[in-house]
C-alpha cells in the first residue's frame, strides 16, 4: 500500500471510532498519524517496526497498524469498525463540513443512512431544528453534497498521468506500434480528468483487459488507419470549440476523401491552414486559434526553464524534512536556490514559527548557506493572512525575511466581498512579495472562496506583487484561465510546489502544465530568474 493509501485507512478508522464514542486519545492519536503521513510521500514499503516507530508523529502503536496494513491489506481496527456500521453512513464522513460526530448525531436522531437521504432532509429542512446545525450549516451541507456529487467519477491528472503513460507502452509493445498516444483531456494535461482516452492505428479490435485499474477510471480506446492517426490525433485531442474555431478556416477534419487525412503530423495541419502549430495543452477553444493566425503564441514555459524552487516547508513547522535535507535534496536537483517559507505563528495547527523560531531558523540557514555555496537558501515564511487582511508578524519580523508568501489558511467560509477586501488588503501591505494560492481552492475536496479575480489582480499589478501559481495537484492555484489577465498586467507568476516534504518539489512539473496553459513564458515567470536576479529583485523590493 502507497503513504496516501494507509494513511487515508488510518483517517477513515479514526473518524469511526469517533463516530462510535471510542477511547479519545487513541482516535487522537491515530487521527494526528494520518495527517502527517497524508502531508508527506515518504516510503513505508520494506520499513522495519523498529524504523517505522523512529518517525516523528508515529509511535509504536501506530507502526504496528502500518505494518498489518502492509502484509494483509487490511486493517483488523477498520473491519470491526465497519462491520458495525452503515456503508451509506461511511459515505457520509466524505461530505465536507460534518465530522464524525455531526454525522452520527444525523444517524441516530434522523435515521439518515445515505448521501441521497441527507441531501433530501437538507431539501425539507430537517437540518435547522437539530441541536449544533441551523440553517446556515444546513446551507453549507447542501452546498458540499452537490459538490461531492457532481465530482463523482472526476480524477487528479496527476493522479492519472503514470497509469496513462504505462496504458500506451503497454499498446505500443502488444501491437507492435508506435502510433499510439494519449489524447482527450489527458493529453491537454487538464487539471481534472474523467476518463483516459488512446488514440492508436489498427484496422482491429484492441484490448487491455489484463491491466489492473485500481482507480476504476474509465478508458475509452479509439483506433483508427494508421494514414489517418494525426488527423484522428488532432479532432480527438482538441474541445469541441478549438475545433469549431478551426472548421471555420475551411478544413475537414473528417473527409470521404482518405487522402485530405493523410497527414505526416499535426504540425502539417496547422500548416495547411497557414496556422502556428497549437501545442496539445492549448486547444481548449479560448484565444489560441485567433493567436495563431497572427503567429502570436509565445515559446511556452517549460519545466527545464525553471531555476530554483520558492514557498517550501520544513520541520520547522509542518514539513516531513529537516532545512538541511530540503537544501541538499534541492541542490541535488541542480536548482541554484530555495526558497523556504514554513508557516507563520497563527499558524497553530501547523507548528507555526513563532517570533524566536524565525531567529533560530535564520541563524540556521546563514549555516547552510556557507556550506552550500554557490547554493542559496532564500529567508522566505508563508504568513498568514489575517481575517482583517493584516499579516502575521510585526513589521520588525516582517523585514527580516528576503521575501514574504501570503495565503489565508482560517476562516475560508467568505463570500466574495469579504475575501477580495482580505486579499486586497494583504497585497497593498508593502512585506508582501507573492500572493499565495489565491483562492485557496482543493480541487475535487473544497471549492475555492469566490473571488474578484480582476479586482485582486490588478492590485496586484499596483503594488507589485506576484502571482503564485499553486504546483500542488490538488490545489493549482491560481486556476490557469487567469495568468493570460495576469501577464496583460505585467504581472509574474510564480511556481511553487508548497512542498511539505523534498519529494514535493517534483510537483514542479504539474504546476508548469497547466502554467503552459495559461501561456506562461519563461520571461514572465519568476522562478526563471536566476540568483542573481532574484536577490536583486528582494532587496529592490525591500528598499522601496
Known sequence: MTTEEIALVLKRTSQLMELHDENPFKIKSIANAAFKLDKTDINLEGKSLQELEKI???????????????????????????????????????????????????????????????LYACNENRLIALKGFGAKTQAEVKKQIEFHQSNRGKFHYAAMEGF??????????????????????????????????????????????????????????????????????????ATEEHLEKVKSLTFKVKSENANENNYPSEAAIYSSLNLQYIEPELREGRNEVDLARENKIPKLIDVS??????????????????????????????????????????????????PERVIQQHAEIDELNKNLFPFRILKGIESDILNTGALDYSDDILKTFDFIVASVHSNLKMNEEKATERLIKAVENPYTTILGHPTGRLLLSRPGYPIDHKKVIDACAANGVIMELNAHPYRLDIDWRWISYCLEKGIMISINPDAHEKQGYHDMYFGTCVARKGMLTKEMCFNALSLEEIRTYFEKRKLN
Open 56 to 118: 516523528e508523529g508515529i509511535g509504536k502503536s501506530i507502526a504496528a497498524k502500518i505494518i498489518e496494513l502492509q502484509t494483509t491489506g487490511t486493517l483488523q481496527e477498520w473491519n470491526n469498525m465497519v462491520s458495525k456500521t452503515p456503508l451509506g453512513v461511511i459515505d457520509l464522513l466524505g461530505i465536507k463540513g460534518i465530522g464524525p460526530k455531526k454525522v452520527g448525531q444525523l444517524w441516530r436522531e434522523l435515521e439518515i443512512e445515505s448521501i441521497g437521504e441527507l
Open 305 to 354: 526553464d525553471l531555476r530554483g524552487i520558492l514557498h517550501n516547508h520544513s520541520t520547522y513547522s509542518d514539513g516531513q524534512n529537516t532545512l538541511k535535507e530540503m537544501a541538499e535534496y534541492c541542490k541535488e536537483l541542480g536548482y541554484e536556490y530555495l526558497g523556504i517559507c514554513d508557516h507563520s505563528q497563527s499558524a497553530f495547527y501547523a507548528q507555526g514559527l513563532k
Open 164 to 237: 496513462a503513460n504505462h496504458l500506451v507502452d503497454l499498446l505500443k509493445e502488444k501491437y507492435n506500434t508506435q502510433l499510439v498516444s494519449l489524447t482527450g483531456e489527458m493529453r491537454r494535461k487538464c487539471e481534472v480528468i474523467d476518463k483516459i482516452e488512446i488514440l492508436i492505428a489498427s484496422e482491429n479490435e484492441v484490448n487491455i483487459r489484463e491491466v489492473e485499474n485500481k482507480a476504476n477510471v474509465k478508458i475509452e480506446l479509439i483506433t483508427c488507419p494508421e494514414n489517418e492517426f494525426y488527423s484522428k490525433l488532432f479532432e480527438t485531442t
